[in-house]
């Protein structure tokens, strides 16, 4: 077992494969290597802490797959605070119980994508937003919510843009940042999936540094993972399929993780493998199944997929 927390484990990746790609967000154009990912995961973390964010405060994330995700992510793990992965399908009333049940004090949000208008939802529950300060937040039913940011810009008055965001990183020292970190604990909560399987109410599953670290660690021995390997990910980032057992798992042990799309679709992953030479593949039946029946699978090169 990797008897760390996730921000030791990545600083450790980052010390072996600083030069090697960490993540590669084809629908941003984005890639960025395990230093590179490092330094804007340092910068967020940083900010973050600017805003107030204390160790144990939950932030909330309800977007679909992008290279902000992985940043928050990191970020939030190493300041200790628990990340609450949000279903980017919920509604405004989905939305208001996970906020309240979970206690966020900060959201992370995506810009409007499909039929999901993230901003117009949050502004729904909180009409404040739109004349109060970034940070400014306060509202009688979401109590502990004050800082709202979006993943790029916004136009309402009391939502962080991303940059702004980021530009308060300097109000944190470094050694403000380091004793943070020395502060944590790799069992304590980092973490909360809501799931349910009932027509129940959603609950809350905490989840520590300890546990999620080492289900990726493994998933990714099992597929005989290398700092070589190339794992394209579909599957969404706010369940622990991808969160854990694909970002995870590319980190624990320096691997490549692609990013195809914001969501699933067969011709995105394909498209993917062959691009980027990817060495593996993650999925749900129902995705592969989709992949294996595109009526043009044989038009790409799927030669250097492995597992």
Known sequence: ???????????????????????????????????????????????????????????????????????????????????????????????????????????????????????????????????????????????NLNSVISMTSSNVTGIYDWQAMLARAPSTSDDEFKMRQQQLDMDEAINIQYTSGTTGFPKGATLSHHNILNNGYFTAGTMNFTEIDKLVVPVPLYHCFGMVMSNLACASYGATMVLPGYVFTTGSVLQAVEDEKCTALHGVPTMFIAELNDPEIDKYNLSTLRT
């Not at 405060?57 to 992965?85: E, F, H, M």
């Open 1 to 143: 077992l990797l008897g760390m927390t996730i921000g030791e484990a990545f600083d450790q990746t980052v010390a072996l494969h600083g030069d090697r790609e960490a993540i590669i967000s084809i629908h941003q154009n984005m890639r960025l290597t395990y230093r590179e990912l490092s330094e804007q995961v340092n910068m967020a973390a940083k900010a973050l802490m600017a805003l107030g964010l204390q160790k144990g405060d939950r932030i909330g994330i309800w977007s679909p797959n992008n290279l902000q995700w992985l940043i928050t992510q990191y970020a939030s793990a190493k300041i200790g605070s628990v990340l609450v992965t949000i279903n980017p399908a919920y509604r405004s009333h989905e939305l208001a119980y996970v906020l309240k049940q979970s206690g966020c004090r900060a959201l992370v949000i995506q810009n409007p994508f499909k039929t999901s208008d993230y901003e117009g939802m949050v502004e729904e529950l909180c009409p404040q937003l739109s004349g109060c300060q970034p940070g400014h937040l306060a509202h009688s039913e979401f109590e």
